[in-house]
């Protein structure tokens, strides 16, 4: 009878090991066959260089120069005209240190977290920004380079001054709790900061959203130097939200690339279709005689399906990460013109707001009425030359002009009297703020430009070496 007992339990462990070894080589086999689906990533490090060396040195000593020509050439004219009141365009260190931002915009459930998921290599791991068939990002996720991993909420990223998203708290406590920050160490991070947006849902109203959803878009548009717009095959209907955030775009056009993802669900007469539908929905939002770069493919970890048009997809693939490697190689050369761009519309503000100041001045008299003439001025300023006047006597373009009721609307918070002339805008040792920010537009910012494109190490302007002894001149007061 022991006997018996005995060999049974013999069978039993036998059976279970039998069992075991079974279910381990099956897990093996799923995993092998998990691996093989997945798409090879070498072709990302060698596109985007991620094994080059930065020369850290050369771009921190123009980053500097560049910061200090800003401070002591533009901010000065920008204070004392408050052209942030303008153009709610504020300027901080911040946002001339960061690395080049990439945006990611579209409607719901195209790829856009897969895209970045992939480009990070971060699908199965803890901090993989989430995706699913369903709306699924909420919030608008910013993905930095960091020491370690780890997340940061809205409210801790909008009170670090060192970060260039402090002036995201002008848009409330809502939003923030709608911004998220993720930091990893990652090669590519170190040279790209990407963000990922909620979204575009048609048939939600913006305001169900609980902050201004198009402001906020535009706030990081306006930051963007790359912008990816993702539709994929069933998403290709326009309808309000997505036309206003077109209007957004409206000369940005050169940062934008369109990608039509999921390109390997459809075989290639489908996709030929597709491709016309989706410009034939964009081309009354895209009024530009050249159309934005179209990328064609499937954007994320697993292998392309069969029968599908793989070597299109790869080279499809292949040319955009050439087209991100662009914009991390010149992200120097984009952020002087940027700034130089931002010095330019500095100017022009100071300019227009001396020729209202000078024009009140002289439309004044004893028993003039002060806001009686100055309405006149403000609702009607062609009648007084004030923009044709700026254009005959200054290199200004007309294109480049703000709108006459953008200054109805900036006098109407800020008095004329708060401003002083131009010739009054002069100091002994400071110099004259106009020609300090003309001198930054026509020699140092190109200056700056050249030496970056030469190899040359940025240094100091003769008069920042040696130091300048001449009285600055001031060539609007009389003699």
Known sequence: MKGTVLICCFLSLLLLQATAEEEEEEEEEEVEEFIST????????????????????????????????????????????????????????????????????????????????????????????????????????????????????????????????SPLEKFGQNFLEKLVGIEMPHKLLERVTFVDTPGIIENRKQQERGYPFNDVCQWFIDRADLIFVVFDPTKLDVGLELEMLFRQLKGRESQIRIILNKADNLVTQDLMRVYGALFWSLAPLINVTEPPRVYVSSFWPYDYAADTSRDLFKREEISLLEDLNQVIENRMENKIAFIRQHGIRVRIHGLLVDRYVQTFKEKMSYFSDPELVFKEIVDDPDKFYIFKSIL????????????????????????????????????????????????????????????????????????????????????????
Request: overall charge neutral; charged content about 25%; some cysteine.
């Open 38 to 165: 997945l798409r090879d990533r070498s072709h990302i490090d060698e596109t985007l260089r991620l094994a080059t060396e930065e020369k850290s040195g050369d771009y921190g000593a123009a980053i500097e120069r560049l910061r200090k020509i800003y401070h002591t050439s533009i901010k000065p004219m920008e204070q004392a005209y408050k052209y942030n009141e303008l153009r709610q365009h504020e300027i901080s260190d911040g946002e001339i240190t960061s690395k080049p931002m990439v945006l990611f915009l579209g409607p719901w459930s195209v790829g856009k977290s897969s895209m970045i998921n992939y480009l990070l290599g971060m699908h199965d791991s803890a901090y993989q920004l989430y995706t699913g068939a369903e709306p699924t990002t909420s919030e608008f996720t910013v993905i930095t380079h960091g020491e370690k991993i780890r997340s940061v909420e809205g409210i801790v990223m909008a009170a670090d001054s060192s970060r260039s998203f």
């Open 392 to 479: 005959a006597k200054t290199n200004v373009s007309k294109f480049d002009l703000p709108t006459k009721t953008a200054y109805q609307d900036f006098f109407g918070v800020n008095p004329v009297s708060n401003f002083k002339p131009l010739t009054a805008q002069c100091s002994y040792m400071g110099g004259c703020l106009l020609d300090k920010i003309e001198r930054a537009i026509t020699n140092e910012l190109p200056a700056l430009l050249s030496s970056i494109n030469s190899g040359k190490q940025p240094g100091l302007s003769s008069c920042e070496a040696t130091g300048c002894g001449e009285k600055p001149k001031n060539r609007y007061r009389k003699n």
